[in-house]
């Protein structure tokens, strides 16, 4: 099982930007991709941000353009830039962490909210 944990939300105006970051720890060595998902008030868990082991990168069409997702493998951790902000992005952001078997290991989310 990979532990994960975030930080780095809170409150921004529209137009602003936040960096998210998530430390996986644990069975590291099971990855094969990490990423981001957020929950908005209401709505499903959908997808924001997926980079597998080879460094290939998926976004979803919503925050494509202003989202970048990187990692740092020395630390075992994600980053998930987020720049030009809008309020539909308010919503409380999960880290995913993907094992070959197809298992997904969350993080425990962290609220991301952005004032108009």
């Known amino acids: 099982q990979v532990q994960l944990v975030e930080s780095g939300g809170g409150l921004v105006q529209a137009g602003g930007s936040l960096r998210l970051s998530c430390v996986a720890s644990g069975s590291i060595y099971s990855i094969v991709a990490m990423g981001w998902y957020r929950r908005a008030p209401g709505k499903q868990r959908d997808l924001v941000a997926l980079i597998t082991d080879d460094g290939s990168t998926k976004y979803a069409d919503s925050v494509a353009g202003r989202f970048t997702l990187f990692r740092d493998n020395d630390k075992n951790t994600v980053y998930l830039q987020m720049s030009s902000l809008k309020p539909e992005d308010t919503a409380v952001y999960y880290c995913?962490?993907?094992?070959?078997?197809?298992?997904?290991?969350w993080g425990q989310g962290t609220p991301v909210t952005v004032s108009s």
């Open positions: 995913v962490a993907e094992s070959g078997l197809g298992n997904r290991d």
